[in-house]
């Protein structure tokens, strides 16, 4: 069974974030902890944020004692590991269950999404990346056995396959038997052929999936090959109903193609012998295969050639997706309920007569799982959908925190001090020339008592920045997710695309965000 598809472009009738005219200022609190309720040092020790320059390292108040390390560092815990996947803000790029997830440690609680001020500018230091530049992509997902690259596409072969395979050697090989006795053993042989003639078949079926995806410019994770078939990740969707309704045709076309090929290379061949039956099983199979995935209804092709109909019609994407769902999980039902009737009333070439418990135990297993892959594919689908349509909610320019740039030594209260001056949320560490350095955890930032703050630098508190943690402020949707997903962190530096530093992002800001999204109706 094919379940092929994928992830797709996140469309919206949102409109684009209104432009921000340049100026002073930048995003702004929108609830949240404030990270300036500390000791402040005396008026005058600095200039104001915002400048983009860098301000000396002030002088103790008279009269406090003075530590005999001037530039105290508490050292900073490293941040843990980020979870791979996570449930929100959805999927990797997986077929049908699969989100770009967002994970970051370190997640103190009440600091929520703050909306940058429409009217508002930013700072003005440099970012020390031109264009803000996306991290590299992340190491490519496994998902079995890595059989091939055909067309720069990775193919695995799932584990499940070998269940399967197997199970298919055995049923395969107890029908030699009644119709080529003389073969003896040597049928699971020949069984074994044909499970693994019929999964390349599949795989020819994914590759058409793929072969279409690339020629519409869209990417292709990988090919899988499991349980019930096989799944073509494509990790975007397809831009018109039309490209939809082609990428999803071509599967069932390619194996009603191969079918064809089989019967016309049995025709030379003498019926009762071992080509003649295996070339009469892979016409069955991929015929089978073909009428199967054009039954409408997600995730099926022909359910997802359904849903590009109805987009058609209506104009959205999103209600063809209900519509397809819908009648995927009726086909399930259908499945559930039919399927062991019509083999009990010889529909499939047996007959009461013929008959047992064991047969009919085995039926009602086959049709149970069917049913159980089409329900459940189809339920993905709907959660899919409804990802797609709010993932244009999330953009960086909106959910990014107004930041101050502080030199290495400046103590944590001065820091702290100016982030409230400026109404700021967040403090990026930058160099002399203004270059930024790192980004002050704010988990960090709670961990120090109040006393402590005047004697403690915010270097000692700052986690350093790789390429990864650069964001863009054009970001957003799926291309955001993308890249947060690319390098971990609980932070992100976003920049304009003139390289000038516009704020910090936080991870779980991101993750409130989707959350809250995910909460309104379609």
């Known amino acids: 069974m094919d379940v092929s598809g994928g992830s797709g472009q996140p469309r919206s009738d949102d409109g684009e974030p209104t432009e921000r005219p340049a100026g002073p200022t930048a995003p702004t609190n929108d609830g949240g902890p404030d990270l300036t309720d500390a000791p402040t040092t005396p008026p005058g020790a600095g200039t104001p944020a915002g400048t983009g320059k860098p ?18 560092k508490t050292p900073a815990e490293p941040p843990a590991p980020a979870t791979d996947e996570t449930a929100a803000p959805g999927a990797s790029g997986s077929d049908e269950t699969g989100g770009a997830g967002i994970s970051g440690p370190d997640r103190t609680g009440g600091s929520g999404a ?7 500018g930013r700072g003005h230091a440099h970012s020390g990346m031109a264009k803000g530049q996306p991290p590299r992509r992340p190491r490519e997902p496994g998902g079995g056995l890595l059989m091939g690259r055909p067309f720069g596409v990775p193919v695995y072969v799932a584990p499940s396959w070998f269940i399967v395979a197997a199970l298919i050697t055995w049923v395969f090989g107890g029908q030699l038997d009644r119709v080529l006795p003389e073969l003896g053993a040597a049928r699971y042989l020949v069984s074994l052929f044909f ?3 019929f999964y390349a078949s599949v795989l020819v079926h994914e590759l058409a999936h793929t072969v279409a995806a690339i020629r519409f410019k869209l990417p292709v994770r990988r090919i899988q090959l499991q349980f019930f078939g096989g799944v073509s990740e494509i990790e975007k969707e397809a831009e018109t109903p039309g490209r939809e309704f082609v990428l999803a045709f071509v599967g069932p076309l ?7 090929l089989f019967y016309l290379a049995m025709q030379p061949v003498r019926p009762g012998t071992v080509p003649g039956v295996l070339l009469a099983g892979l016409m069955v199979s991929n015929l089978i295969v073909a009428i199967f995935n054009l039954l409408p209804g997600l995730p099926l092709d022909g359910g997802r050639m359904l849903r590009a109909v109805v987009w058609k019609i209506t104009g959205r994407p999103m209600s063809g997706t209900v519509a397809a769902a819908w009648v995927g999980r009726a086909l ?10 019509l083999n009990y009333s010889g529909a499939f070439g047996g007959g009461t007569e013929d008959a047992n418990g064991m047969d009919a135990l085995t039926d009602g297993l086959l049709a149970a799982v069917l049913a159980a892959i089409i329900w459940t594919g189809a339920g993905n689908s709907l959660r899919m959908a409804r990802l797609r349509e709010h993932l244009p909610e999330l953009r960086a320019r909106t959910l990014t925190r107004r930041a101050v740039p502080v030199e290495t030594e400046t103590p944590l209260s001065e820091a702290l001090r100016r982030a409230n001056a400026a109404g700021a949320r967040a403090l990026v560490v930058v160099d002399a020339d203004g270059n930024p350095l790192s980004l002050v955890r704010e988990a960090a930032i709670v961990g120090v008592p109040e006393h402590r703050r005047p004697w403690v630098a915010v ?3 700052a986690q350093d920045l790789t390429d990864g943690m650069r964001v863009s402020a054009e970001l957003a949707g799926e291309d955001l997710l993308d890249v947060l997903r690319a390098t971990p962190a609980t932070e992100y530096l976003v920049v304009e695309e003139t390289g000038e530093i516009y704020g910090v992002l936080s991870a779980a800001d991101v993750e409130r965000a989707f959350v809250r999204a995910m909460a309104r109706p379609s």
């Not at 301000?55 to 105290?72: L, R």
């Not at 703050?114 to 508002?120: F, I, M, N, V």
């Not at 399930?332 to 009737?341: E, K, R």
């Open 332 to 341: 399930a039902v259908a499945v559930l309920i039919g399927l062991p009737l």
């Open 195 to 197: 499970a693994i003639a």
């Open 459 to 461: 270097s000692g508190l």
């Open 55 to 72: 301000e000396p390292k002030p002088e103790p108040p008279a009269g406090t004692p003075t530590p005999e390390n001037k530039n105290p």
């Open 114 to 120: 703050a909306r940058p001020d429409e009217t508002g």
């Open 254 to 260: 390619l194996s009603l193609v191969l079918s064809g």
